[in-house]
């Protein structure tokens, strides 16, 4: 999956929520959260769980499953 699409969930998660609240949730900085969600870069595995716990749902539905297996 490409890293446009991986942004673009983070984003519709993170809904209503401010980029503090998950980052911290997450425990990772505003700035991670942010290359994140604009596809600069991927998280590391560690991080890719604490975001799937936090969005209540898998790490295989952000960043695996492809667009016709939608969350």
Same mark, same amino acid.
């Given at each position: !999956? +490409? *890293? /446009? #699409?991986?942004? *673009? @969930? $983070?984003?519709? $998660? %993170?809904?209503?929520?401010? *980029?503090? #609240? &998950?980052?911290?949730?997450?425990? &990772?900085? &505003? @700035? ?8 600069? @870069? &991927?998280? %590391? /595995?560690?991080? *890719? $769980?604490? $975001?799937?716990?936090?969005? /209540? #749902? #898998?790490?295989?539905?952000? =960043? =695996?499953? +492809?667009?016709?297996?939608? !969350?």
């Amino acid at each position: !999956m +490409d *890293k /446009d #699409t991986i942004a *673009k @969930r $983070l984003v519709q $998660l %993170r809904g209503n929520r401010s *980029k503090e #609240t &998950i980052a911290q949730e997450v425990n &990772i900085s &505003i @700035r991670a959260l942010e290359s994140y969600e604009a596809g600069q @870069r &991927i998280p %590391r /595995d560690a991080v *890719k $769980l604490s $975001l799937a716990r936090c969005y /209540d #749902t #898998t790490v295989e539905a952000i =960043f =695996f499953q +492809d667009e016709q297996h939608e !969350m």
